[in-house]
């Protein structure tokens, strides 16, 4: 632990550079957490508001328009998918909503309540009226119910795909959050949507499933088509609809990895040089400890030590900063709704300071070579 | 018999490639263990170069080195780096004190160099900076002590390990009168007590004439080897009394010639057995 001791005094001795590049690192570092965690909290927020409350992996009749027969073989090769978290058989048809002179098409989900809000979750987003899917009743959304000037109670008079007008409830008004869902979805109950398609008990228009991660929405897909149950089924997926999203996110992410892996090359840049500079500085002392007998290799590590030293710190107050910057970026924006929460991760922040750290262990692989080459009769002849 | 520390055998050593300095060419000289020598010569004779060799410092280009038994011709850095811990203490002319370090720190190194640890190592540091009346001081940044204090410290780390050998170059080059009779009193008594070997680099022959020995170096080869003895006043114009072979010699035979430096040497005679 000599190297150790005299890499403290050395770094001790020069308050002020070491400071400086403990700040260098430390910037890096923070710059590092915030874009890092901003970047990635911006893309959970958009995925969520994209395709969080719908459904990612869709089985449904080749087709058009055809029912697929629920069976229990059809269940079950849901179930056996361990990435599925919910997979909700539904019914869907299109209406035309006429009142007066007023017409408007409406695309209506059937289902059961409890189980579309463990993908939609309507129950979580009601902004009038109650969640509630019973016999007669629909639920529709606030821009739509605005525009007609409906309100929990009232009457949906409509134009079903057979010509025939009906009439429904209005339980609830919904708000997704999105215009397009808010002005032209509504759920009914199940059994309401079978009888305007047609349907039996076990036919559904398609079973909408949602998987741990968005991302391997493409492997469950490929898997559930292999299975038997799903054969002659058409097996859809978010990410092959959402081709535009998908690249606006790689495109974000491969700009966010770029600035990151500059703003470390410059941290590195930064400490290789002070290094390096205060590698010359004790060019004597190093001469004076070889004389002594101090090994190469042992003299090597004291800037090595350093560098673990100014990289431990650097990076510690870096990820303080880059947290900090985070809170403040929160705080700031705590009264805008556009605003996205930022959600710091443990692993990136540990992979942040771990990088922190290696990246100036590197930076001292220079002085820490020219040091090991360095002979005392160098500095003794020189004296 | 004496036994022999330390046998530069045919010693070389030259500088470049394409223009060939010789720097040192075919020393040859035994150094006995407790021996108290000088090596003068003028400024660009070799004498420092010598020095170097021998500390295990510069690697010949031709000849060997044996110290303490040990062949050093095939020594690696690292294994020449650890005989220097372990054998040789260096005082230079410039204290080379670290001062980054206090000075109990900087007496402590080549200890902690060797790998022990401080609390194994305090005792005998206190007893070094004791033996150099530096007690008090250890506390103080090697920057805060005066030019003959700061070589005191140099002195007491080059003796912390114990070593079989001190070599100094120019030690006192940088000191005043007062302080360079107070190190050289210095060396003679820690050569006498403690019967560790010195080999001093000076230009200054009247320092040189109070050691034991004198080895004279001219354009880099040993015009002569003496012992006891006084040079002629003028180096290199003619002969000195007693001059030996080179090789080391019978030591004793010429220490009773002359000089005061008589009572001295019969007692660094006592001291060298150990």
């Known amino acids: ?383 | 018999m004496a036994e022999v520390l330390l046998a530069a055998e045919g010693l070389g050593k030259t500088y470049g490639t394409t223009v060939k300095t010789v720097a040192l060419s075919d020393v040859s000289f035994e150094l006995q263990a407790a021996e108290f020598a000088a090596v003068i010569g003028q400024s660009g004779s070799g004498k420092s170069t010598l020095l170097n060799l021998i500390g295990l410092l510069d690697t010949p280009t031709s000849g060997r080195i044996v110290i303490n038994g040990h062949d050093t011709a095939a020594a690696t850095r690292m294994r020449r780096a650890a005989l220097r811990n372990d054998l040789i203490g260096f005082v230079f002319q410039f204290h080379y004190l670290l001062p980054e370090f206090s000075v109990l720190d900087n007496v402590l190194m080549p200890g902690r160099i060797a790998g022990v640890g401080v609390a194994k190592l305090k005792p005998r540091a206190e007893e070094v900076l004791t033996l150099l009346g530096l007690e008090g001081l250890e506390s103080k940044g090697a920057n805060d002590l005066s030019g003959g204090q700061k070589q005191r410290v140099a002195i007491a780390r080059a003796l912390m390990n114990r070593p079989a050998l001190v070599l100094a170059d120019e030690p006192t080059g940088n000191l005043d009168t007062e302080n360079t009779k107070a190190v050289y009193e210095l060396f003679r008594r820690i050569n006498q007590e403690l019967g560790t070997a010195f080999v001093i680099v000076t230009h200054d022959r009247a320092v040189a004439q109070q050691t034991d020995r004198i080895l004279e170096v001219q354009d880099g080869r040993l015009l002569q080897d003496v012992r006891n003895a006084y040079l002629d006043p003028a180096p290199g114009d003619g002969h000195t009394r007693d001059e030996t072979d080179g090789g080391g010699g019978e030591p004793g035979g010429v220490r009773a010639a002359a000089e005061p430096g008589g009572v001295r040497a019969a007692a660094a005679e006592a001291a060298s057995p150990e």
Do not use: C
């Not at chain 1, 150790?4 to 910037?27: D, E, V």
């Not at chain 1, 859809?236 to 500059?262: C, G, H, P, R, V």
């Open chain 1, 1 to 383: 632990m000599l190297s150790f001791s005299i890499a403290t005094r050395f770094l001790r001795k020069s308050p002020m550079q070491s400071i400086l590049i403990a700040a260098g690192i430390a910037i890096g570092i923070g710059v590092q957490v915030f874009l890092g965690s901003l970047i990635t909290s911006l893309q959970t927020s958009l995925v969520d508001q994209t395709i969080g409350h719908s459904p990612q992996v869709i089985v449904q009749s080749a087709t058009d328009g055809q029912a697929v027969t629920v069976t229990p073989a059809l269940k079950q090769a849901f179930a056996s998918q361990s990435q599925v978290t919910t997979a909700v058989p539904t019914r869907v048809f299109s209406a035309i909503y006429r009142k007066g002179k007023v017409s408007a098409p409406l695309q209506f989900t059937g289902g059961d309540l409890a189980q579309l809000d463990t993908i939609y979750d309507i129950s979580g987003r009601m902004s009038a009226g109650t969640a509630r899917l019973g016999s007669g009743d629909v639920l529709v959304g606030k821009d739509f119910a605005a525009k007609n000037g409906l309100k929990p109670g009232g009457t949906l008079p409509l134009v079903l795909p057979s010509g025939k007008a009906a009439s429904l409830t209005i339980a609830g008004v919904f708000d997704f959050g999105s215009a397009a869902a808010n002005s032209a979805t509504a759920f009914v109950d199940g059994s309401y949507a079978a009888g305007v398609l047609g349907y039996g008990g076990d036919q559904y228009s398609a079973v909408d499933a949602q998987v741990s991660n968005v991302f391997d929405s493409k492997t469950v897909a490929a898997q559930l088509a292999a299975d038997p149950a799903v054969k002659g089924l058409r097996v859809t997926e978010w990410q092959a609809q959402n081709n535009d999203l998908l690249s606006a996110l790689k495109s974000q992410s491969s700009s966010s990895y770029m600035i990151q892996f500059f703003v470390l090359i410059a941290v590195a840049l930064g400490i290789a040089s002070t290094l390096a500079i205060s590698a010359v500085q004790k060019t004597r002392q190093i001469g004076i400890l070889k004389a002594m007998g101090m090994k190469d290799r042992q003299t090597g590590r004291i800037f090595l030590w350093q560098a673990v030293i100014l990289g431990v710190s650097g990076a510690a107050v870096g990820v303080v900063l880059g947290l900090s910057l985070i809170a403040a970026f929160t705080f700031a924006g705590r009264n805008s709704a556009a605003l996205f929460p930022i959600h710091p991760q443990v692993a990136f922040i540990v992979v942040s300071f771990v990088v922190g750290v290696l990246v100036a262990m590197l930076s001292s692989l220079i002085p820490s070579r020219r040091t090991t080459k360095l002979d005392p009769i160098e500095v003794i002849q020189g004296g």
